[in-house]
């Protein structure tokens, strides 16, 4: 069965850095695209963008360009989330989602979701 | 501000019909397919429409999705208490080249 398992909770103060895994299973990792959403708790979901699994191209919502990197290691159908220079404001939860098309919003699949706690 | 309209909060008793609405324009719902989310608190989101009305394995057919023109709708008959839980309508938008998400209902059983 198709299965997305993102990385645990995490801490990091402003300033640092972050790095979220989503490994996937349960079918062919490069057939389908990952998008990743954003919640701030307590509010809606957030398109943040995603990565063609087949070419490695990452695409980015406007609002997540220049700290936030997409990223793969299809060796072991795992996608990465990395945001950069912290700030309190990205205090969220985050999830990966398959998408079973191009230029969609069809998410079939979602990971769990990982939250990421900023604060000093 | 989401680029698709929700409303806010619905409410409906148990055994009941509701709807829960989604507006937006020609470049997102007006051309490209509609999905609705369903959230329950603490758990990541589960898709229960594509492709404006098609139902996922799995999904009762008490949930139902239409669209007309620039706006789309999410029925829900016989509700029930567990179907309380926050829904979300998201589709394409090929102005911004991007997906984009409602803000969400909550839907409350009464």
């Known amino acids: 069965q198709v299965q997305l398992v993102q990385s645990g909770s995490e801490l990091k103060k402003p300033g640092a850095s972050v790095k979220i895994s989503c490994k996937a299973s349960?079918?062919?990792?490069?057939?389908?695209?990952v998008d990743w959403v954003r919640q701030v708790p307590g509010q809606g979901l957030e398109w943040m963008g995603w990565?063609?699994?087949?070419?490695?191209?990452?695409t980015y919502a406007r609002g997540f360009t220049g700290r936030f990197v997409f990223s793969l290691d299809t060796s072991i159908s795992t996608a990465y989330l990395q945001i950069n220079s912290l700030e309190p404001a990205d205090t969220a939860i985050y999830y990966c989602?398959?998408?079973?098309?191009?230029?969609?919003?069809?998410?079939?699949?979602w990971g769990q979701g990982t939250l990421v706690t900023v604060s000093s | 501000q989401s680029v698709l309209t929700q409303p806010p909060s619905v409410s409906a008793a148990p055994g009941q019909k509701v709807t829960i609405s989604c507006s937006g324009s020609?470049?997102?719902?007006?051309?490209?397919?509609v999905c609705w989310y369903q959230q329950f608190p603490g758990t990541a989101p589960k898709l229960l429409i594509y492709?404006?009305?098609k139902r996922p394995s799995g999904i009762p057919d008490r949930f139902s999705g239409s669209k007309s023109g620039t706006s789309a709708t999410l029925g829900i008959t016989g509700l029930q208490t567990g179907d309380e839980a926050d829904y979300y309508c998201?589709?394409?938008?090929?102005?911004?080249?991007?997906?984009?998400f409602g803000g969400g209902t909550k839907l409350t059983v009464l």
């Open positions: 998201a589709t394409w938008d090929s102005r911004l080249n991007a997906g984009v």
């Open positions: 989602a398959r998408d079973a098309g191009y230029s969609s919003s069809h998410f079939d699949f």
């Open positions: 990565i063609d699994t087949s070419t490695e191209n990452p």
């Open positions: 492709d404006d009305n």
């Open positions: 349960g079918y062919s990792f490069t057939r389908s695209p």
């Open positions: 020609i470049s997102n719902i007006g051309n490209n397919y």
